[in-house]
C-alpha cells in the first residue's frame, strides 16, 4: 500500500508489561512522528525522527516512553513497565520533507488498552 | 498548555448548511496552519491549509479564513453533507528549530450532518 502502516491495530496490555508499537512510513519519506492521541482529545507530539535521527523527544510523558527510527524508515515505538494513564490511541505520522508545510500523512493507529 | 484552541467542541448541522468551526492560538511564531479531517478509527487527513500571508483559502466547499491580528482562524464547510460527518482539527507548526517542525492539534470539533 502507498500509506503509513502502523501494527498491531489493537493491543492489550497488562500493567507493567512492555509493548512495542511498528510504524512503517510511505517509502522516501523524511520525517516521521509520534502522536499520542487520548480519547476525544487531539493528537498530541510525543517525537519526532529526520531519517535516522531523532531531533526532538521532548513530548514523551516519561522515561518509560522509547522510540528509534534505525535506518531512516521504519520506526517502533516502545513503552515500558506500562501504566494505566498510557491507554491511547498511538499514530505515526510521514512527510516527504522537511519542512513545516510538508503534508503529514497519518497511519490509522494503534490503540494502546492497558487492563 | 493548549497551543491552540478549538470550539465547539461538537456540532451538528443541517444538510445543505454551512459548518463553521473556530480556532486561536497566542504562539505568534506559529506560520503554518492546516485543518484534518478524522473519521472514526483512522487516523487525521489533511484537509486544506493555509499560511499567515493570505486571509482566505477555497478549495471546493472548503474555506479558510484568517485574522492574523487576532490570531484566529477558521474552516468553513459550504453545503454541508452526511459524507462530512467527522471530527476536525485544527493544527499549528512554527520555523522549525535545529530538532525540527512539531505540530500543535487543537482539541477537536464533532460535525454531524443531519440528511
Not at chain 1, 10 to 20: H, N, S, T
Not at chain 2, 7 to 16: C, F, R, T, W, Y
Not at chain 2, 99 to 115: A, D, E, R
Amino acid at each position: 500500500g502507498a500509506g503509513v502502516s502502523q501494527s498491531p491495530r489493537y493491543k492489550v496490555a497488562k500493567r507493567g508489561q512492555d509493548v512495542a508499537l511498528r510504524c512503517d512510513p510511505i517509502s522516501g519519506h523524511v520525517s516521521l512522528f509520534w502522536y499520542q492521541q487520548a480519547l476525544g482529545q487531539g493528537p498530541e507530539f510525543l517525537t519526532y525522527f529526520q531519517n535516522e535521527a531523532q531531533l526532538d523527544k521532548s513530548g514523551l510523558p516519561s522515561d518509560r516512553f522509547f522510540a528509534e527510527r534505525p535506518e531512516g524508515s521504519v520506526s517502533t515505538l516502545k513503552i515500558q513497565r506500562t501504566q494505566q494513564e498510557d491507554s491511547a490511541v498511538y499514530l505515526c505520522a510521514s512527510s516527504l520533507m522537511a519542512q513545516r508545510n510538508s503534508p503529514l500523512h497519518f497511519g490509522n493507529g494503534t490503540r494502546l488498552t492497558v487492563t | 498548555q493548549q497551543q491552540v484552541k478549538q470550539s465547539p467542541q461538537s456540532l451538528i448541522v443541517q444538510k445543505g448548511g454551512i459548518s463553521i468551526i473556530n480556532c486561536a492560538y497566542e504562539n505568534t511564531a506559529f506560520d503554518y496552519f492546516p485543518w484534518y479531517q478524522q473519521f472514526p478509527g483512522k487516523g487525521p487527513a489533511l484537509l486544506i491549509a493555509i499560511r499567515p500571508d493570505v486571509s482566505e483559502k477555497k478549495e471546493g466547499r472548503f474555506t479558510i479564513s484568517f485574522n492574523k491580528s487576532a490570531k484566529q482562524f477558521s474552516l468553513h464547510i459550504m453545503d454541508s453533507q452526511p459524507g462530512d460527518s467527522a471530527t476536525y482539527f485544527c493544527a499549528a507548526s512554527m520555523v522549525p528549530s535545529n530538532t525540527g517542525n512539531q505540530f500543535y492539534f487543537g482539541t477537536g470539533t464533532s460535525l454531524t450532518v443531519i440528511p
